[in-house]
């Protein structure tokens, strides 16, 4: 994990791993059922797993905003200005699509809206993942997905403070034991026999992948720079392949509701993506992975990762309203292909007509970092 990329005002193989996190997501939620013939089984039944694409998501997170944190200490308003540069981000397209789903008619038919309509404080506060231990049996209709932004923006408002309080050092540290912590935790429910929905969806319980991915962001402040690297990329990836490859044969396709999903599968998940991820970045410019994940359709997915995710699920819903399941291959791909080219439309034209335009106002010389396979720079890429 040497080379620098100063120069690259993005690091295209990160928006690679983004895209990847769409399909996965895409796939899991466009599952058509049983299917009739057996290549329609084998697709639902990777459609089921799907949801790996989240705890990608995570790390990814954890990886990217950790940095950007440590790169910014002792940066005068460096708090501030990374609050409002996350709530410009995220907040304008998630509260426009919150109005559009609780006030416009074109879901006020749905059997799920009265009821959701009445929990709505829980989405405008970004507090709706809690909603499991509330109210367990609400059907969260379009907004189903929405969980895990709430993780994601309760962690973007506590961790900060954390970094500017601990040593990276000591911040290294905390993450391992918070993954210990929640490893314990996902034991302790798994035995109690917890529901999926409160294993899956709670803050505590999904630490795992955030924070596999902000240790990685530690190492290069805690480590001897002089130290060689003792993994190759090309050992990390394997890791991450062999461990992935056991899980899913351990689990029979990696169901979420798995009874070793649920207490030993999250934390493994975090693992495999912070190896695959330290593998990416230690790969040298041309490596296979790196190619892949640097291919255009990929890194442009990626590059509207954020809107892809906010926007897919009202497609896939309109979809399965009028897409009958045949049960023939034919069907789940053609499904997946229209779910896939509609929500690309759409989060292109969110990224280009209302995202990217609303992100000049952010404030000005707030630091953004490149990720180098050696650590964090200082750059303009966007986390």
């Known amino acids: 994990m040497q080379q620098q990329l100063e120069n690259r005002p993005r690091i ?5 791993a983004r895209g990847v996190a769409c399909l996965l ?22 459609s089921a797993a799907g949801w790996v694409g989240v705890d990608l998501f995570f790390v990814l997170s954890g ?27 995220i907040l304008p397209l998630a509260y426009g699509f919150l109005a559009l789903v609780f006030f416009s008619p074109i879901w006020r038919d749905e059997p799920w809206h009265p009821a959701l309509y009445a929990e709505q404080v829980w989405f405008w506060s970004y507090a709706n993942n809690w ?13 189903g997905h929405f969980w895990s932004l709430a993780i994601e923006e309760q962690f973007y408002l506590v961790w900060p403070i954390v970094t500017l309080l601990l040593a990276p050092r000591h911040l290294g540290r905390l993450c ?29 319980a999904r630490l795992d992948g955030l924070m596999a991915g ?8 805690t480590r001897d720079p002089s130290a060689p690297v003792r993994a190759p990329y090309r050992a990390l990836l394997h890791a991450s392949w062999i461990l992935a490859a056991l899980l899913i044969v351990t689990t029979r396709g990696l169901p979420a509701g798995n009874r070793v999903v649920l207490s030993v599968g ?31 359709p990929l890194a442009s997915l990626g590059r509207i990762s954020y809107g892809f995710y906010v926007l897919h699920a009202p497609v896939v819903a309109l979809l399965r309203k009028h897409w009958a399941p045949s049960g023939s291959l034919a ?14 439309v759409l989060a292109t034209a969110s990224w280009f007509g209302f995202e990217r335009p609303l992100l000049r106002l952010r404030p000005r010389g707030s630091f953004s970092p490149v990720l180098t396979a050696g650590g964090v720079k200082a750059s303009t890429l966007e986390a």
Request: contains cysteine.
């Open 12 to 16: 295209l193989a990160l928006d690679g």
């Open 266 to 296: 999250l934390s493994a998940l975090a693992l495999i993506f912070a190896l695959f991820l330290a593998g990416l970045m230690a790969a040298p410019p041309g490596a296979l992975v790196r190619r892949v994940c640097e291919a255009r």
């Open 176 to 204: 391992v034991l918070i993954l210990g912590a929640s490893l314990i935790g996902h034991l302790v429910a798994a035995a109690q026999g917890a529901s999926t929905d409160l294993v899956c969806s709670l803050t505590p």
């Open 63 to 89: 990886f990217l905003i950790t940095g950007l944190l440590l790169e910014g200490r002792g940066t005068p308003g460096g708090l501030r200005r990374f609050w409002s540069r996350r709530a410009l981000r």
């Open 214 to 221: 902000a240790w990685l962001a530690t190492r290069p402040y």
């Open 25 to 46: 997501v895409l796939l899991h939620h466009c599952g058509r059922g049983t299917g009739d013939s057996l290549a329609a089984k084998f697709f639902n039944r990777m």
């Open 331 to 344: 069907d789940c791909l053609g499904f997946f292909t229209a779910a896939l080219v509609v929500s690309t």
């Open 131 to 143: 909603l499991a231990l509330s109210n367990p049996s609400l059907d969260h209709g379009v907004l």
